[in-house]
């Protein structure tokens, strides 16, 4: 049982707990208008880091849900906001990633830089997803990651997402790839990094432990909560294969969480 | 010293130790032609697995080399020769490669696919440098090894190799980006591969321990004469930054090893 009167925030992964593709879950809905009634404040939290925010509500609000971009908060958006905590704001990157990646750190104030033939001096290596990435964008990413001045930031390592029927390779694979031909290990920003969760409790203003998490993957969703000491919640709706550990908090579906008593405030 | 009695084949790595791009380093001819005179017999031994034997010897004669295809064993071969030993010779494999590791295949029977739109069901996914790697081609890769019994084969691993005055992503870059997203780990063939050693020394019909292994990478050349039991010689001209263990036989240059001695045969 979740104790809602210590719950200040919530933070909702988005596919295989909210909806599936183009399908929404049983009670992701309610969920949402629930939280509004209860004056909870929530943040749409993903780790995928292909889609602008704008990108993100456009889904959303095609399958129902009342989303604003102020409620979106990305790996790619936390890893420009951990970008900016260190690098002066007209500094340039190097991104290989997607138009979700280039956003978050033009928004920031950075240049970004995605070609192979720009041979410009660059602050940073920023690696997402990136589905269009070519082995000669890999040479030159590892060009820079050479000059030991350079940062490397990943905006997660996830190793595969799942697509249709099938998986496709995660950002994790595309780090994986200049770990090796670099020796170097990126700063990683997306789950399960405890630093994901402190800055969407930072944007909401809570405190992890007053914090709820809800979403699909034990190994990023719970992991994250777990290591932040948030409040997780593992709803089984997802493809993730691995199961939350014993003593996490495990529902078949989001009505599971249902009703939200109204707040007291 | 080298103990050249005992010394009845050598086999010689080709970029940084018999020459560097287009220079031909110092001692490499006459080594090679008093190996001739001795009558010991020698294989031109390279992971480089992206150029076919008729390549390798094209660039072998225009410095010089007096050099033939059969004196030619790359890690594409000695890939297509292990997947020989596995696979029935009609089978098909999907291959991230380029024209070395793509001939080498065919020339042992196998049908291959390169293409991420071709959907054939595949026995083996067969991975070296692909310079012209894309994420479809990947993620067509790892939909393939998502099916356990699908082999998977790397023609070697390494990180990195030189390319004029910097480094460009190895095949064991290539590999890492597999691994992470499928969880799988290929068969690797190359150095240090022992088993590169003995399919080299199976070619000359004779035993490691008396067979000379020269090459300038620790990691790779001197490592896989170790695992094998051969006798290493590290020559000093290369770029690799790791040492040879301490014992190894190191000459900073091919001058050093000679001049051989006549055959008493």
Known sequence: MIAWPDIQAVLLDLDGTLFRGDVVLPGALALLEQLRQAQIPFLYWTNNSTRTPVQVV???RK??????VRDVYT?????????????PGAS??????????????RMRGFRVVTNADQEDEVAAVVVGLDRTV???????????LLNPDTLFYATNLDRALPHGDHFMPGAGAVVSFLETCTGRKPVAVGKPQAAFVLAACDRLAVLPRNTLIIGDNAETDVAAAKRAGAVAVWVTTGVSHVRAEQGTMTISALTDLLPIP???K
Chains 1, 2 share one sequence.
């Open 58 to 60: 456009d889904h959303l």
């Open 63 to 68: 399958l129902g849900f009342d989303a604003q």
């Open 75 to 87: 790996s790619s958006l936390a890893t420009a906001d951990a970008l900016a905590d260190v690098l």
């Open 92 to 105: 340039t990157v190097f991104a290989l990633g997607e138009e979700g990646l280039f956003d978050a750190l």
């Open 134 to 144: 070519t082995y000669a964008r890999f040479a030159q990413a590892m060009r820079y």
């Open 262 to 264: 109204r707040s007291q």
